[in-house]
Protein backbone atom coordinates (compact mmCIF):
# COMPACT_ATOMS: atom_id res chain seq x y z
CA UNK A 1 0.00 0.00 0.00
CA UNK A 2 1.39 3.34 -0.90
CA UNK A 3 1.86 5.63 2.08
CA UNK A 4 2.45 9.51 2.28
CA UNK A 5 4.10 11.21 5.13
CA UNK A 6 1.71 13.73 6.43
CA UNK A 7 1.11 15.82 9.66
CA UNK A 8 -2.39 14.39 10.97
CA UNK A 9 -4.52 16.74 12.87
CA UNK A 10 -5.66 17.89 16.48
CA UNK A 11 -8.51 19.18 16.96
CA UNK A 12 -9.19 21.50 20.11
CA UNK A 13 -11.76 24.13 20.82
CA UNK A 14 -10.41 27.14 23.22
CA UNK A 15 -12.33 30.31 23.18
CA UNK A 16 -15.27 29.47 20.53
CA UNK A 17 -11.68 28.91 18.00
CA UNK A 18 -10.60 25.84 16.60
CA UNK A 19 -6.88 25.35 17.42
CA UNK A 20 -4.68 22.53 15.20
CA UNK A 21 -1.95 21.14 16.11
CA UNK A 22 0.46 18.79 13.76
CA UNK A 23 3.23 16.30 14.63
CA UNK A 24 5.11 14.27 11.95
CA UNK A 25 4.20 11.31 11.27
CA UNK A 26 3.64 7.90 8.61
CA UNK A 27 -0.08 7.04 7.71
CA UNK A 28 -1.77 5.03 4.82
CA UNK A 29 -3.58 7.35 2.61
CA UNK A 30 -6.63 6.00 2.23
CA UNK A 31 -7.10 6.28 6.56
CA UNK A 32 -6.55 9.91 6.49
CA UNK A 33 -8.62 11.24 3.02
CA UNK A 34 -11.90 10.11 1.61
CA UNK A 35 -11.44 7.71 -0.91
CA UNK A 36 -11.67 9.99 -4.30
CA UNK A 37 -14.22 9.02 -6.37
CA UNK A 38 -14.15 9.72 -10.29
CA UNK A 39 -16.51 9.36 -12.63
CA UNK A 40 -17.95 6.20 -13.79
CA UNK A 41 -16.29 4.37 -17.21
CA UNK A 42 -19.65 2.87 -18.95
CA UNK A 43 -17.60 1.40 -22.32
CA UNK A 44 -17.48 -2.04 -20.66
CA UNK A 45 -21.62 -1.78 -19.76
CA UNK A 46 -22.21 -0.56 -22.86
CA UNK A 47 -20.28 -3.27 -24.43
CA UNK A 48 -22.48 -6.13 -21.98
CA UNK A 49 -25.73 -5.03 -22.39
CA UNK A 50 -25.79 -3.09 -25.35
CA UNK A 51 -26.56 -6.21 -28.19
CA UNK A 52 -29.42 -7.01 -25.81
CA UNK A 53 -31.23 -3.24 -26.37
CA UNK A 54 -32.94 -3.46 -29.82
CA UNK A 55 -34.90 -0.79 -31.87
CA UNK A 56 -38.74 -1.26 -32.23
CA UNK A 57 -40.67 0.58 -35.17
CA UNK A 58 -44.66 0.44 -35.47
CA UNK A 59 -47.03 1.47 -38.39
CA UNK A 60 -50.88 0.98 -38.81
CA UNK A 61 -53.00 0.64 -41.13
CA UNK A 62 -54.17 3.77 -42.34
CA UNK A 63 -57.67 3.98 -44.54
CA UNK A 64 -58.54 6.67 -47.14
CA UNK A 65 -60.78 8.73 -45.10
CA UNK A 66 -57.84 8.69 -42.20
CA UNK A 67 -55.46 9.64 -44.77
CA UNK A 68 -56.99 12.79 -45.84
CA UNK A 69 -56.27 14.76 -42.53
CA UNK A 70 -53.15 13.27 -42.19
CA UNK A 71 -50.51 15.53 -40.68
CA UNK A 72 -47.20 17.02 -41.14
CA UNK A 73 -43.64 15.79 -40.80
CA UNK A 74 -41.87 16.76 -38.09
CA UNK A 75 -39.94 19.13 -40.57
CA UNK A 76 -37.95 20.93 -37.57
CA UNK A 77 -36.66 17.56 -36.98
CA UNK A 78 -35.62 16.34 -40.45
CA UNK A 79 -33.68 19.71 -40.38
CA UNK A 80 -31.59 18.49 -37.48
CA UNK A 81 -30.85 15.49 -39.33
CA UNK A 82 -29.74 17.39 -43.00
CA UNK A 83 -27.61 19.45 -40.98
CA UNK A 84 -25.27 17.11 -39.47
CA UNK A 85 -25.25 14.33 -41.97
CA UNK A 86 -27.19 11.56 -40.22
CA UNK A 87 -29.50 9.72 -42.35
CA UNK A 88 -33.41 10.00 -41.89
CA UNK A 89 -35.01 7.27 -39.46
CA UNK A 90 -37.54 5.15 -41.11
CA UNK A 91 -40.08 5.96 -39.23
CA UNK A 92 -40.07 9.53 -40.59
CA UNK A 93 -40.97 10.49 -43.74
CA UNK A 94 -39.76 13.32 -46.16
CA UNK A 95 -41.51 16.33 -46.66
CA UNK A 96 -43.97 16.54 -49.75
CA UNK A 97 -44.32 20.01 -51.45
CA UNK A 98 -47.97 18.90 -51.82
CA UNK A 99 -48.89 17.40 -48.14
CA UNK A 100 -52.21 17.84 -47.19
CA UNK A 101 -53.13 17.42 -50.88
CA UNK A 102 -52.35 14.06 -51.50
CA UNK A 103 -53.90 11.21 -50.12
CA UNK A 104 -52.24 7.73 -49.29
CA UNK A 105 -53.16 4.59 -51.24
CA UNK A 106 -56.47 2.92 -49.30
CA UNK A 107 -55.52 0.39 -46.40
CA UNK A 108 -51.36 1.48 -46.76
CA UNK A 109 -49.32 1.17 -44.04
CA UNK A 110 -47.95 4.13 -42.58
CA UNK A 111 -45.10 4.44 -40.00
CA UNK A 112 -46.58 5.43 -36.49
CA UNK A 113 -43.91 5.25 -34.32
CA UNK A 114 -40.41 4.81 -32.63
CA UNK A 115 -39.13 3.07 -29.55
CA UNK A 116 -37.20 0.90 -27.93
CA UNK A 117 -37.18 -2.55 -26.06
CA UNK A 118 -34.84 -5.13 -24.60
CA UNK A 119 -34.23 -9.04 -24.67
CA UNK A 120 -35.85 -10.81 -21.52
CA UNK A 121 -34.79 -14.50 -23.26
CA UNK A 122 -32.56 -16.11 -24.94
CA UNK A 123 -35.62 -17.37 -27.17
CA UNK A 124 -37.05 -13.80 -28.07
CA UNK A 125 -39.12 -12.64 -25.81
CA UNK A 126 -38.60 -8.76 -25.66
CA UNK A 127 -39.77 -6.12 -23.25
CA UNK A 128 -40.80 -3.02 -23.94
CA UNK A 129 -43.55 0.04 -22.82
CA UNK A 130 -47.65 -0.92 -23.75
CA UNK A 131 -47.61 2.44 -25.54
CA UNK A 132 -44.70 2.01 -27.97
CA UNK A 133 -46.83 -0.92 -29.69
CA UNK A 134 -50.64 0.45 -28.72
CA UNK A 135 -52.78 0.82 -32.07
CA UNK A 136 -50.08 -0.89 -34.30
CA UNK A 137 -50.71 -3.01 -37.09
CA UNK A 138 -47.24 -3.95 -37.19
CA UNK A 139 -44.58 -4.28 -35.17
CA UNK A 140 -40.62 -4.22 -36.25
CA UNK A 141 -38.07 -5.67 -34.07
CA UNK A 142 -34.25 -4.82 -34.90
CA UNK A 143 -31.43 -5.81 -33.36
CA UNK A 144 -27.91 -4.65 -33.04
CA UNK A 145 -26.59 -7.06 -35.43
CA UNK A 146 -29.09 -5.40 -37.90
CA UNK A 147 -31.46 -8.33 -38.50
CA UNK A 148 -35.15 -7.84 -38.68
CA UNK A 149 -38.03 -9.23 -36.69
CA UNK A 150 -41.71 -8.93 -37.15
CA UNK A 151 -42.82 -9.53 -33.87
CA UNK A 152 -45.52 -10.26 -32.00
CA UNK A 153 -47.70 -8.65 -29.35
CA UNK A 154 -48.06 -11.08 -27.12
CA UNK A 155 -49.17 -9.12 -23.74
CA UNK A 156 -49.72 -5.28 -23.27
CA UNK A 157 -50.71 -3.51 -20.24
CA UNK A 158 -51.97 -0.10 -19.89
CA UNK A 159 -51.93 -0.03 -16.02
CA UNK A 160 -48.37 -0.44 -15.56
CA UNK A 161 -47.49 0.73 -19.51
CA UNK A 162 -45.29 -2.93 -19.85
CA UNK A 163 -45.87 -4.92 -22.83
CA UNK A 164 -44.43 -8.33 -23.69
CA UNK A 165 -43.10 -9.09 -27.64
CA UNK A 166 -42.02 -12.43 -29.40
CA UNK A 167 -39.75 -12.54 -32.00
CA UNK A 168 -38.78 -16.15 -34.18
CA UNK A 169 -35.20 -16.04 -32.97
CA UNK A 170 -33.24 -17.89 -30.53
CA UNK A 171 -29.50 -17.44 -29.17
CA UNK A 172 -30.28 -14.00 -28.06
CA UNK A 173 -27.89 -12.00 -26.15
CA UNK A 174 -30.80 -11.48 -23.04
CA UNK A 175 -30.37 -9.08 -19.98
CA UNK A 176 -29.54 -9.52 -16.12
CA UNK A 177 -32.55 -8.27 -14.23
CA UNK A 178 -31.08 -6.45 -11.04
CA UNK A 179 -32.38 -6.15 -7.34
CA UNK A 180 -34.45 -3.05 -7.30
CA UNK A 181 -34.07 -3.13 -3.12
CA UNK A 182 -30.69 -2.67 -3.87
CA UNK A 183 -31.06 0.72 -5.91
CA UNK A 184 -30.01 3.77 -3.85
CA UNK A 185 -30.89 7.53 -4.56
CA UNK A 186 -27.38 8.83 -5.99
CA UNK A 187 -26.27 5.55 -7.75
CA UNK A 188 -24.62 5.63 -11.22
CA UNK A 189 -27.29 4.42 -13.85
CA UNK A 190 -27.13 4.26 -17.47
CA UNK A 191 -29.74 4.52 -20.32
CA UNK A 192 -29.34 2.56 -24.27
CA UNK A 193 -32.25 3.58 -26.60
CA UNK A 194 -33.15 5.00 -29.71
CA UNK A 195 -34.27 8.64 -29.32
CA UNK A 196 -35.47 10.37 -32.24
CA UNK A 197 -34.79 7.25 -34.12
CA UNK A 198 -31.07 7.55 -33.41
CA UNK A 199 -30.30 3.55 -32.53
CA UNK A 200 -28.33 2.88 -29.50
CA UNK A 201 -27.75 5.81 -27.95
CA UNK A 202 -26.23 5.83 -24.88
CA UNK A 203 -26.88 8.27 -21.96
CA UNK A 204 -26.02 8.61 -18.20
CA UNK A 205 -27.12 10.00 -15.03
CA UNK A 206 -27.92 8.94 -11.50
CA UNK A 207 -30.78 7.76 -9.52
CA UNK A 208 -32.75 11.41 -8.43
CA UNK A 209 -35.56 9.65 -6.08
CA UNK A 210 -37.13 5.98 -5.84
CA UNK A 211 -40.68 5.30 -5.38
CA UNK A 212 -41.88 8.26 -6.97
CA UNK A 213 -45.81 8.70 -7.04
CA UNK A 214 -46.87 10.18 -10.38
CA UNK A 215 -50.49 9.34 -10.21
CA UNK A 216 -49.67 6.52 -11.71
CA UNK A 217 -50.07 2.95 -10.54
CA UNK A 218 -46.61 1.81 -9.52
CA UNK A 219 -44.21 4.37 -8.07
CA UNK A 220 -41.49 5.29 -10.87
CA UNK A 221 -37.73 5.66 -10.31
CA UNK A 222 -36.50 8.93 -10.93
CA UNK A 223 -33.34 9.83 -12.53
CA UNK A 224 -31.62 12.49 -14.24
CA UNK A 225 -30.61 10.07 -17.41
CA UNK A 226 -31.67 11.56 -20.54
CA UNK A 227 -34.71 10.74 -21.92
CA UNK A 228 -36.08 11.32 -25.48
CA UNK A 229 -38.73 10.25 -27.10
CA UNK A 230 -38.17 7.11 -29.16
CA UNK A 231 -36.01 6.22 -25.55
CA UNK A 232 -39.62 4.47 -24.64
CA UNK A 233 -39.05 0.84 -23.49
CA UNK A 234 -35.53 1.15 -23.29
CA UNK A 235 -33.62 -0.14 -20.37
CA UNK A 236 -32.07 1.53 -17.18
CA UNK A 237 -29.08 0.00 -16.54
CA UNK A 238 -27.15 -0.11 -12.92
CA UNK A 239 -23.44 -0.68 -12.93
CA UNK A 240 -23.41 -3.97 -12.37
CA UNK A 241 -25.18 -4.24 -15.57
CA UNK A 242 -28.36 -5.52 -14.65
CA UNK A 243 -31.53 -3.77 -15.50
CA UNK A 244 -33.22 -1.76 -12.84
CA UNK A 245 -35.90 0.04 -14.82
CA UNK A 246 -37.55 0.57 -18.14
CA UNK A 247 -38.05 3.93 -19.81
CA UNK A 248 -40.86 5.13 -19.73
CA UNK A 249 -41.81 9.29 -18.82
CA UNK A 250 -40.36 12.52 -18.95
CA UNK A 251 -41.24 15.40 -17.56
CA UNK A 252 -41.02 18.49 -20.41
CA UNK A 253 -42.57 21.39 -20.65
CA UNK A 254 -41.00 21.35 -23.90
CA UNK A 255 -41.52 18.04 -25.07
CA UNK A 256 -37.39 17.06 -24.82
CA UNK A 257 -35.51 16.33 -21.74
CA UNK A 258 -35.36 18.70 -19.13
CA UNK A 259 -33.24 16.67 -16.38
CA UNK A 260 -36.20 14.39 -14.76
CA UNK A 261 -37.26 11.16 -16.32
CA UNK A 262 -39.14 8.14 -14.90
CA UNK A 263 -38.40 4.24 -15.64
CA UNK A 264 -41.15 1.37 -13.78
CA UNK A 265 -39.17 -0.49 -11.27
CA UNK A 266 -38.52 -3.75 -13.09
CA UNK A 267 -39.77 -6.01 -10.10
CA UNK A 268 -42.97 -4.86 -10.76
CA UNK A 269 -42.50 -4.63 -15.03
CA UNK A 270 -41.17 -8.69 -14.54
CA UNK A 271 -44.04 -9.62 -12.40
CA UNK A 272 -46.54 -7.76 -14.94
CA UNK A 273 -44.51 -9.63 -17.84
CA UNK A 274 -44.91 -12.99 -16.17
CA UNK A 275 -48.64 -12.54 -16.40
CA UNK A 276 -48.87 -11.36 -19.60
CA UNK A 277 -46.44 -14.39 -21.41
CA UNK A 278 -48.70 -17.11 -18.74
CA UNK A 279 -52.38 -15.46 -20.17
CA UNK A 280 -51.83 -13.07 -22.61
CA UNK A 281 -53.28 -10.06 -19.64
CA UNK A 282 -52.78 -8.89 -16.08
CA UNK A 283 -55.22 -10.12 -13.35
CA UNK A 284 -55.37 -7.44 -10.41
CA UNK A 285 -57.23 -7.55 -7.02
CA UNK A 286 -59.53 -5.08 -5.25
CA UNK A 287 -61.40 -4.16 -2.26
CA UNK A 288 -63.65 -1.28 -3.55
CA UNK A 289 -63.02 2.09 -1.96
CA UNK A 290 -61.84 5.06 -2.98
CA UNK A 291 -58.82 6.41 -1.32
CA UNK A 292 -56.88 10.05 -0.23
CA UNK A 293 -54.36 10.48 1.85
CA UNK A 294 -54.27 11.63 5.49
CA UNK A 295 -52.87 14.92 5.97
CA UNK A 296 -50.94 15.88 9.56
CA UNK A 297 -53.90 17.74 11.18
CA UNK A 298 -56.54 15.15 10.59
CA UNK A 299 -54.26 12.69 12.08
CA UNK A 300 -53.66 14.58 14.92
CA UNK A 301 -56.82 15.25 15.32
CA UNK A 302 -57.68 11.44 15.09
CA UNK A 303 -54.96 10.58 17.48
CA UNK A 304 -53.33 8.28 14.77
CA UNK A 305 -49.41 9.09 15.74
CA UNK A 306 -48.22 10.49 12.33
CA UNK A 307 -50.10 11.35 8.79
CA UNK A 308 -50.08 7.61 7.33
CA UNK A 309 -52.49 5.38 5.42
CA UNK A 310 -55.22 5.53 3.25
CA UNK A 311 -58.23 7.58 4.13
CA UNK A 312 -61.44 5.60 2.70
CA UNK A 313 -63.55 8.14 1.33
CA UNK A 314 -66.14 5.98 -0.75
CA UNK A 315 -67.16 2.35 -0.51
CA UNK A 316 -68.36 0.17 -3.43
CA UNK A 317 -72.12 -0.83 -2.97
CA UNK A 318 -71.91 -4.29 -2.22
CA UNK A 319 -68.25 -4.62 -2.98
CA UNK A 320 -65.57 -6.63 -0.91
CA UNK A 321 -65.01 -3.72 1.51
CA UNK A 322 -68.44 -3.24 2.09
CA UNK A 323 -69.01 -6.79 2.95
CA UNK A 324 -66.11 -7.03 5.10
CA UNK A 325 -67.23 -4.38 7.27
CA UNK A 326 -64.75 -1.00 5.62
CA UNK A 327 -66.74 2.32 6.31
CA UNK A 328 -66.33 5.16 4.73
CA UNK A 329 -64.39 7.73 6.96
CA UNK A 330 -61.94 4.56 8.03
CA UNK A 331 -58.15 5.06 7.55
CA UNK A 332 -57.20 1.46 6.30
CA UNK A 333 -53.45 1.68 8.55
CA UNK A 334 -52.07 -1.84 7.84
CA UNK A 335 -53.31 -4.38 5.02
CA UNK A 336 -51.79 -8.09 5.32
CA UNK A 337 -49.84 -6.86 8.31
CA UNK A 338 -47.68 -4.33 6.53
CA UNK A 339 -48.37 -0.57 7.45
CA UNK A 340 -49.55 1.93 4.70
CA UNK A 341 -46.94 4.59 5.13
CA UNK A 342 -48.85 6.70 1.63
CA UNK A 343 -51.95 5.78 0.82
CA UNK A 344 -50.84 5.46 -2.66
CA UNK A 345 -49.04 2.31 -1.48
CA UNK A 346 -52.93 0.59 -1.28
CA UNK A 347 -53.84 -0.49 -4.99
CA UNK A 348 -50.34 -1.57 -5.25
CA UNK A 349 -50.46 -4.09 -2.12
CA UNK A 350 -54.22 -5.12 -2.97
CA UNK A 351 -52.86 -5.32 -7.16
CA UNK A 352 -50.32 -8.28 -5.90
CA UNK A 353 -53.11 -10.33 -4.46
CA UNK A 354 -54.85 -13.25 -6.28
CA UNK A 355 -58.81 -12.55 -6.60
CA UNK A 356 -60.53 -15.20 -4.45
CA UNK A 357 -58.00 -14.60 -1.85
CA UNK A 358 -58.64 -13.43 1.72
CA UNK A 359 -56.75 -10.35 3.17
CA UNK A 360 -56.55 -8.71 6.90
CA UNK A 361 -57.38 -4.67 6.37
CA UNK A 362 -56.43 -3.10 9.20
CA UNK A 363 -58.67 0.32 10.03
CA UNK A 364 -58.13 3.09 12.80
CA UNK A 365 -61.89 4.28 13.56
CA UNK A 366 -63.26 6.27 15.73
CA UNK A 367 -59.89 6.11 17.78
CA UNK A 368 -59.82 2.60 18.32
CA UNK A 369 -57.83 -0.23 15.88
CA UNK A 370 -59.67 -2.96 14.05
CA UNK A 371 -58.65 -5.90 11.84
CA UNK A 372 -61.44 -6.87 9.02
CA UNK A 373 -61.17 -9.65 6.47
CA UNK A 374 -61.33 -8.53 2.68
CA UNK A 375 -62.62 -11.58 0.53
CA UNK A 376 -60.29 -9.82 -2.90
CA UNK A 377 -62.05 -9.05 -6.68
CA UNK A 378 -60.80 -8.65 -9.62
CA UNK A 379 -60.04 -5.24 -11.28
CA UNK A 380 -62.61 -4.10 -13.56
CA UNK A 381 -63.81 -1.45 -15.37
CA UNK A 382 -65.38 1.36 -12.89
CA UNK A 383 -69.05 1.60 -12.85
CA UNK A 384 -70.67 5.13 -13.33
CA UNK A 385 -71.51 7.16 -10.03
CA UNK A 386 -75.70 7.45 -10.27
CA UNK A 387 -76.83 10.75 -8.40
CA UNK A 388 -80.42 10.60 -6.91
CA UNK A 389 -82.25 13.44 -6.54
CA UNK A 390 -82.54 14.91 -2.53
CA UNK A 391 -85.86 14.34 -0.79
CA UNK A 392 -86.91 17.45 1.00
CA UNK A 393 -85.46 18.09 4.15
CA UNK A 394 -86.82 18.83 7.38
CA UNK A 395 -87.06 21.83 8.82
CA UNK A 396 -83.31 22.82 10.87
CA UNK A 397 -82.91 21.92 14.34
CA UNK A 398 -81.25 25.48 15.67
CA UNK A 399 -78.82 24.81 18.48
CA UNK A 400 -75.14 24.39 19.74
CA UNK A 401 -74.03 23.69 16.27
CA UNK A 402 -74.58 27.45 15.55
CA UNK A 403 -71.65 28.55 17.57
CA UNK A 404 -69.33 26.87 14.83
CA UNK A 405 -71.79 28.11 11.80
CA UNK A 406 -74.10 25.06 11.28
CA UNK A 407 -77.37 24.99 11.06
CA UNK A 408 -78.18 21.08 11.17
CA UNK A 409 -81.13 18.23 10.70
CA UNK A 410 -81.97 14.63 12.05
CA UNK A 411 -81.86 12.54 8.47
CA UNK A 412 -85.26 11.65 7.16
CA UNK A 413 -85.40 7.76 6.53
CA UNK A 414 -85.70 8.34 2.80
CA UNK A 415 -82.19 10.66 2.95
CA UNK A 416 -80.59 7.20 5.20
CA UNK A 417 -81.50 4.43 2.99
CA UNK A 418 -80.72 6.48 -0.30
CA UNK A 419 -77.58 7.41 1.56
CA UNK A 420 -77.31 4.13 3.06
CA UNK A 421 -76.54 5.63 6.20
CA UNK A 422 -77.95 4.47 9.84
CA UNK A 423 -77.37 7.94 10.94
CA UNK A 424 -76.15 11.53 10.73
CA UNK A 425 -77.39 15.12 10.03
CA UNK A 426 -78.08 17.02 7.48
CA UNK A 427 -75.91 20.31 7.19
CA UNK A 428 -78.94 23.27 6.28
CA UNK A 429 -76.64 26.04 5.88
CA UNK A 430 -72.53 26.63 6.73
CA UNK A 431 -71.19 29.66 7.69
CA UNK A 432 -68.32 31.29 9.84
CA UNK A 433 -65.66 28.55 11.03
CA UNK A 434 -67.65 25.68 9.22
CA UNK A 435 -68.07 27.26 6.10
CA UNK A 436 -64.22 27.85 6.24
CA UNK A 437 -63.00 24.11 7.43
CA UNK A 438 -65.11 23.65 4.25
CA UNK A 439 -68.05 22.11 5.32
CA UNK A 440 -71.44 23.20 2.55
CA UNK A 441 -75.08 22.61 2.35
CA UNK A 442 -76.02 19.14 1.75
CA UNK A 443 -73.59 17.29 3.19
CA UNK A 444 -73.93 14.43 6.19
CA UNK A 445 -72.23 14.32 9.13
CA UNK A 446 -71.53 11.30 10.99
CA UNK A 447 -68.80 11.65 13.14
CA UNK A 448 -67.23 14.59 15.45
CA UNK A 449 -64.51 14.34 17.28
CA UNK A 450 -64.19 10.50 17.12
CA UNK A 451 -67.78 10.45 18.24
CA UNK A 452 -70.67 9.00 16.36
CA UNK A 453 -73.14 10.89 15.07
CA UNK A 454 -76.66 9.56 15.06
CA UNK A 455 -78.89 12.80 14.89
CA UNK A 456 -78.67 16.31 16.13
CA UNK A 457 -78.83 14.87 19.83
CA UNK A 458 -75.63 13.09 19.65
CA UNK A 459 -73.83 16.46 17.62
CA UNK A 460 -74.45 18.80 20.52
CA UNK A 461 -73.54 16.04 22.95
CA UNK A 462 -70.13 15.88 21.53
CA UNK A 463 -69.32 19.50 20.13
CA UNK A 464 -70.07 19.85 24.15
CA UNK A 465 -67.61 17.57 25.36
CA UNK A 466 -64.87 18.55 22.70
CA UNK A 467 -62.29 20.73 23.79
CA UNK A 468 -63.00 24.50 22.67
CA UNK A 469 -59.32 25.52 22.50
CA UNK A 470 -58.59 22.79 19.85
CA UNK A 471 -59.76 22.01 16.52
CA UNK A 472 -62.70 19.46 16.13
CA UNK A 473 -62.68 16.73 13.36
CA UNK A 474 -65.71 16.23 11.78
CA UNK A 475 -66.32 13.31 9.34
CA UNK A 476 -69.04 13.79 6.53
CA UNK A 477 -70.31 12.83 3.71
CA UNK A 478 -70.44 14.35 0.10
CA UNK A 479 -72.75 12.51 -2.11
CA UNK A 480 -70.79 8.62 -2.28
CA UNK A 481 -67.89 9.90 -0.76
CA UNK A 482 -66.20 10.84 2.79
CA UNK A 483 -63.67 13.09 4.13
CA UNK A 484 -62.55 14.88 7.45
CA UNK A 485 -62.32 18.58 8.13
CA UNK A 486 -61.53 20.36 10.69
CA UNK A 487 -63.31 23.18 12.52
CA UNK A 488 -61.83 25.88 14.61
CA UNK A 489 -63.64 27.86 16.87
CA UNK A 490 -64.50 31.57 15.95
CA UNK A 491 -61.93 33.74 18.23
Given at each position: MRTLKLKP?????TAGM????????????QSVW??????????????????????????????????????????????????FGIPVPPGMRAPRPDRGQVKPQPDEEQPRGIGSGFILTADGFVMTNAHVVEGADEVIVTLTDKREFKAKVIGSDKRSDVAVLKIEATGLPAVKIGDISRLKVGEWVMAIGSPFGLENTVTSGIVSAKQRDTGDYIPLIQTDVAINPGNS??????MRGEVVGINSQIYSRSGGFQGISFAIPIDEATRVAEQLRATGKVTRGRIGVQIDQVGKD?????????????????????????????????????????????????????????????????????????????????????K????????????????????IGLVISNLTD??????????????????????????????????????????????????SKAD???PVNVLFRRGELAQYALIKSAR
Open positions: LRFWLMVIAASTTVLPTAQVRTLPDFTDLVEQVGPSVVNIRTSELVKASAAATDGAPDEQMLEFFKRGGPLINIAESLGLASPQGALVRGVESGGPAEKAGIEAGDIIIKFDGKAIERFSELPLMVGKIKPGSKSVVTVFRRGATKDLTVTIAEVESEPVVKTSAPKPKAPVAGPAQVVQMKESKLTGGVKVDSATGPAARAGLREGDVIVSLGNAEINNVKDFDNALKAK
